[in-house]
């Protein structure tokens, strides 16, 4: 069993920037392929990020790639979400997850193939 804890969330104003965290219960945190997704008032829940387990590998969202960073620190049991730029439209609660790979260096956009999530955090960006 993995629990998630999000945080870093809040509110911003347009071009801002924000970092989440996103840290893991237990010793086998190394071994889980990470996500982040999102979820904004009426849409689907929708891919954000994804990390690899050993950091070797990482995906984004087409129209994310120039503004947002994934990245893990293994020995801290956390991923992290670099945020830049942000807009209004990127106002959602963010929810990271893990995977548990089915292969070496595994990580994927599909919130289905996720085993654990977290409760999310609240980002709000303003004009």
């Known amino acids: 069993q993995v629990q998630l804890v999000e945080s870093g969330g809040g509110s911003v104003q347009v071009g801002g920037s924000l970092r989440l965290s996103c840290t893991a219960s237990g010793r086998t945190f190394s071994t889980y392929a990470m996500g982040w997704f999102r979820q904004a008032p009426g849409k689907v829940r929708e891919f954000v990020a994804a990390?690899?387990?050993?950091?070797?590998?990482?995906d984004y969202a087409e129209y994310e790639k120039m503004r947002f960073t994934i990245s893990r620190d293994n020995a801290k049991n956390t991923v992290y979400l670099q945020m830049r730029s942000l807009i209004p439209e990127d106002t959602a609660v963010y929810y990271c997850a893990a995977l548990r790979p089915p292969a070496h260096d595994y990580y994927s956009s599909y919130s289905y193939e996720y085993d654990y999530w977290g409760q999310g955090t609240q980002v709000t960006v303003s004009s």
């Open positions: 990390i690899s387990a050993s950091g070797g590998n990482v």
